[in-house]
């Protein structure tokens, strides 16, 4: 089995910043694509950034610039640096890990922006 725990969420300003950490462990042999996620309250989820294994990363329209995605495959780790936060960021941020063709997904980290 592959377990996925985020970890880094919590309460920021506008403008400020946070880092976001997605550790994977259990039978890994390798991990492909890894991703964040994020789903705002009515809201559909939607992706918002992703890293291949090769370190090839997307992002979508209303994060570049802001947001850097990186991973660590010595630790199985993915990581989310958030800067310049702004209201409209507030959601649960979910990671995603494609590990032998299959797709795993954490139980989410509540980030708030808010003044």
């Known amino acids: 089995q592959v377990q996925l725990v985020e970890s880094g969420g919590g309460l920021v300003q506008p403008g400020g910043s946070l880092i976001l950490s997605c550790v994977v462990s259990?039978?890994?042999?390798?991990?492909?694509?890894m991703g964040w996620y994020r789903q705002a309250p009515g809201q559909l989820r939607e992706l918002v950034a992703f890293?291949?294994?090769?370190?090839?990363?997307n992002y979508v329209d209303s994060v570049k610039g802001r947001f850097t995605i990186s991973r660590d495959n010595a630790k199985n780790t993915v990581y989310l640096q958030m800067n310049s936060l702004k209201s409209e960021d507030t959601a649960v941020y979910y990671c995603?890990?494609?590990?032998?063709?299959?797709?795993?997904w954490g139980k989410g980290t509540l980030v708030t922006v808010s003044s």
């Open positions: 995603n890990a494609e590990v032998s063709k299959r797709y795993y």
């Open positions: 259990g039978s890994i042999n390798s991990i492909y694509s």
């Open positions: 890293i291949t294994s090769g370190g090839s990363t």
